[in-house]
């Protein structure tokens, strides 16, 4: 095309009304099949004439017939519809068998420790060519690792986040106490004033989570603020300490299902009143119609939905 038809504003629509007018011979039909009207599609026709200087379609008896520069025109402008087509429009599925990128998911330990396991066995059954990267959250830029791709999805109980980002819930979760058998003030089920009276140990973050400021929240209400005795890297040094010492972890019930069967410690329900643990993931609306990003959305919630729940 050449600089006087861009500069004329010729696009994608001009050449799909001239093909349609070639193909059918006559203004009435090709205005009928486009959908518009005839003065409108002569209008089309004229600017085409303008902008590349040639007559292109010249009445023969009943019928417009295509000039050489228009049948030459048309064949081009049918190869670059169709790429348009493909690009703007792609018909052909994910086919997650055969795709070799990596997936980065962004996932708390608790997360990760539960649904992990489950979700690689189906990667590996339904995309083994694929990879699978587990990064620690980052509140603080979790936004940002979304919209720019440097993370596909971000899974968690997040309270707040951007307008441009979507969500899923994948499953609830309640919160544990756990504490040592032979701990000193805690012999039964803990009790209100014993959870708000005891040292509680809990998992270092960049910056708190959405279950530190609930629990913390909820212990406020009742006038107590938690002291927080110490502070780790992990969930799994968590069990050992608190084999080891008369602190007190609240933990979401299916990890803490875990450690107390790893370390004998004894696991009860939080006394506190508390909302309930909600695990979602959450994307850019940017990637909202990606099919391999869908793709990878719908094999999580699956894999999700099939988890076992934890007891309460």
């Not at 002569?42 to 009943?62: E, F, N, T």
């Amino acid at each position: 095309m050449n600089e006087a038809a861009r500069k004329d504003g010729v696009d994608l629509y001009h050449l799909r009304c001239l093909i349609t007018m070639v193909e059918l011979g006559t203004a009435t039909k090709a205005a009928a099949r486009l959908g518009v009207s005839q003065p409108a599609l002569s209008h089309v026709l004229q600017k085409l004439r303008k902008a590349l200087g040639d007559p292109l379609l010249v009445r023969v008896g009943m019928k417009m017939m295509p000039t050489p520069r228009a049948q030459e025109l048309v064949e081009q402008a049918r190869l670059l519809i169709r790429q348009a087509d493909e690009v703007l429009w792609p018909k052909a599925p994910f086919e997650a068998r055969s795709y070799e990128g990596r997936w980065v998911v962004s996932a708390p330990e608790y997360v990760d420790y539960r649904l992990t396991p489950a979700l690689a066995r189906a990667l590996h059954l339904q995309s083994p060519a694929s990879s699978l990267q587990i990064v620690p959250p980052n509140p603080a830029h979790a936004e940002r690792m979304l919209e720019s791709g440097e993370i596909d999805l971000r899974l968690g109980w997040v309270d707040k986040s951007s307008p441009f980002t979507r969500s899923r819930l994948l499953y609830t979760e309640t919160f544990s106490c756990l504490y040592r058998r032979q701990h000193r003030a805690v012999k039964g089920l803990i009790t209100i004033p014993q959870y708000l009276a005891a040292e509680h140990i809990r998992v270092q973050a960049s910056q708190p989570s959405t279950a530190t400021r609930t629990i913390a929240a909820a212990a406020l209400r009742l006038g107590q603020e938690l002291r927080v005795a110490l502070v780790v890297p992990n969930l799994m040094t968590v069990g050992r300490v608190v084999a080891e010492s008369d602190t007190v972890a609240t933990v979401p019930s299916g990890i803490g299902q875990v450690l107390a069967q790893l370390h004998d410690l004894k696991i009860a329900p939080l006394p506190i009143k508390v909302a309930t643990l909600n695990v979602a993931m959450y994307w850019h609306e940017r990637m909202q119609t990606d099919k391999r990003h869908r793709w990878l959305r719908s094999l999580i919630a699956e894999t999700a939905a099939e988890l076992k729940d934890p007891p309460r």
